[in-house]
């Protein structure tokens, strides 16, 4: 499995941006598909955008679609979540995930290492 360390969360006001950093280590990055997840407290962790293993294909949640953007550098062992004109509902703890389909995958279960999450906070 790949080991993957988050940062970049913090406390934002509305309409603000923040960038999350994945950074992974251990096995080969390139091969593997990446996704972003949130959880919010006292729901379900759910999907948030996710990017292939070249990074020539994405898909995002509806609910972030336009405001949020994945992206990878294979040379840094690392992939990105830009996020801009944040709401207080994007509060939650962000996790980055890998999947060794190394394909455009976006359900939970298709990926299988997980980092540890960082918070990110909207206030409104």
């Known amino acids: 499995q790949v080991q993957l360390v988050e940062s970049g969360g913090g406390l934002v006001q509305a309409g603000g941006s923040l960038r999350l950093s994945c950074a992974a280590s251990g096995r080969t990055f390139s091969n593997y598909a990446m996704g972003w997840f949130r959880q919010a407290p006292g729901k379900e962790r759910e999907f948030v955008a996710s990017i292939s293993w070249r990074g020539g294909s994405t898909y995002y949640a509806n609910s972030v679609k336009g405001r949020f953007t994945i992206s990878r550098d294979n040379a840094k062992n690392t992939v990105y979540l830009q996020m801009n004109s944040l709401k207080p509902e994007d509060t939650a703890v962000y996790y980055c995930?890998?999947?060794?389909?190394?394909?455009?995958?976006?359900?939970?279960?298709?990926?299988?290492?997980w980092g540890q999450g960082t918070q990110v906070t909207v206030s409104s």
């Open positions: 995930a890998a999947s060794d389909s190394g394909l455009l995958v976006v359900a939970r279960a298709d990926f299988g290492s």
